[in-house]
T-cell receptor, first 108, second 123 residues
Framework: EIVLTQSPDTLSLSPGERATLSCRAS??????LAWYQQKPGQAPRLLIYDASNRATDIPARISGSGSGTDFTLTISSLEPEDFGVYYC??????????FGQGTKLEIK | QLVESGGGLVQPGGSLRLSCAASGFTFNNYWMTWVRQAPGKGLEWVANIKQDGSEKDYVDSVKGRFSISRDNVKKSLYLQMNSLRADDTAVYYC??????????????????RGQGTTVTVSS
């Protein structure tokens, strides 16, 4: 099983700052990595699929990069609605998926 | 849009059937997926099913206990859960998965669009 490890566990930043979240895979997942945002009491929202493709209606300030085992989600200038928990997910062995443990992005 | 239903409180060893009603897209062109989230925990993929129902896959922890199915006429996805255990307690979400058209596969992400349904396994 491919294990995804996210870092840091918690990130405390202020609106307007740049956020960088990391996801590392235990073996190569090629470019088959997605990112989700989840707010309390809500379903996860797809942000990025296949490493760098923004999902529908996702703003340009949110971007993804990486390949193989190391991936990054970058939010160039944080807005209040960007806070929440972020998960990475791999589909290297689709149709099965695994998720990372999550990174909490909180307001400083 | 995806609307889940069927959750509730059930005793260990019991059964429950979840449903997911789809609208706003061509249901029979997509694989469909169930994912779950235990209280205070992260996300876990549970199962998915091919657009015509001919292929299914499950996470190891539910194999032999859960069964995924679909009805393309009713545009609905189902999850039959048997021999439920306390560690099956979670919010269950359905999601739109891989698109298939003309024999070709198109991936736009696993899109979780529903609000989820809560399953609690407890005596």
């Amino acid at each position: 099983e491919i294990v995804l490890t996210q870092s840091p566990d918690t990130l405390s930043l202020s609106p307007g700052e740049r956020a960088t979240l990391s996801c590392r895979a235990s073996q190569s997942v090629s470019g088959y990595l997605a990112w989700y945002q989840q707010k309390p009491g809500q379903a996860p929202r797809l942000l990025i699929y296949d490493a760098s493709n923004r999902a529908t209606d996702i703003p340009a300030r949110i971007s993804g990069s990486g390949s193989g085992t190391d991936f990054t989600l970058t939010i160039s200038s944080l807005e209040p609605e960007d806070f929440g928990v972020y998960y990475c997910q791999q589909r290297r062995n689709w149709p099965s998926y695994t998720f990372g443990q999550g990174t909490k992005l909180e307001i400083k | 849009q995806l609307v889940e239903s069927g959750g509730g409180l059930v005793q260990p060893g019991g059964s429950l059937r979840l449903s997911c009603a789809a609208s706003g897209f061509t249901f029979n062109n997509y694989w469909m997926t169930w994912v779950r989230q235990a209280p205070g925990k992260g996300l876990e993929w549970v199962a998915n099913i091919k657009q015509d129902g001919s292929e299914k896959d499950y996470v190891d922890s539910v194999k032999g206990r859960f069964s995924i199915s679909r009805d393309n006429v009713k545009k609905s996805l189902y999850l039959q859960m048997n021999s439920l255990r306390a560690d099956d307690t979670a919010v269950y979400y359905c999601a739109r998965d891989m698109a298939v058209a003309g024999g070709s596969y198109y991936y736009y992400g696993m899109d979780v669009r529903g609000q989820g349904t809560t399953v609690t396994v407890s005596s």
